[in-house]
């Protein structure tokens, strides 16, 4: 709780983007404690926390969800399954290679 309290928050606030930010977390016990939940709500509201004990839950048998759950990983096997890799280390550069070519708005935009 002081983590977020103390350094998070503010960051978003300086930023001014807190209001457009959707908090996730797991439901780990220290994580539903009744005074983090009560900060989350002050600061991001029902509406925008994912977890335990609120309107959106965590997915079960989700470890995180991030923009690579989302965005990245369908992008990389939709180009590069497209080419057959002959190896392991084939693939792995075809990885690479398209990771390296996306655009800055392409990724901002999964964010």
């Not at 807190?18 to 539903?32: E, K, S, V």
């Not at 923009?67 to 084939?90: Q, V």
Request: aromatic residues 10%; hydrophobic residues 40%.
């Amino acid at each position: 709780m002081l983590g977020i309290n103390y350094s998070v928050i503010p960051q978003l606030q300086q930023r001014g983007c807190l209001q457009d930010i959707f908090f996730t977390q797991d439901g780990a016990t220290p994580h539903i404690d009744r005074r983090v939940k009560l900060l989350l709500r002050q600061h991001f509201t029902d509406a925008r926390v994912i977890s335990r004990h609120f309107p959106t839950a965590w997915p079960s048998r989700s470890p995180d969800i991030t923009a690579c759950d989302f965005w990245l990983w369908g992008f990389l096997k939709d180009n590069i399954y497209r080419e057959s890799s002959a190896s392991l280390p084939d693939l792995k550069n075809s990885i690479r290679c398209y990771v390296l070519v996306i655009s800055a708005d392409s990724l901002r935009s999964a964010v």
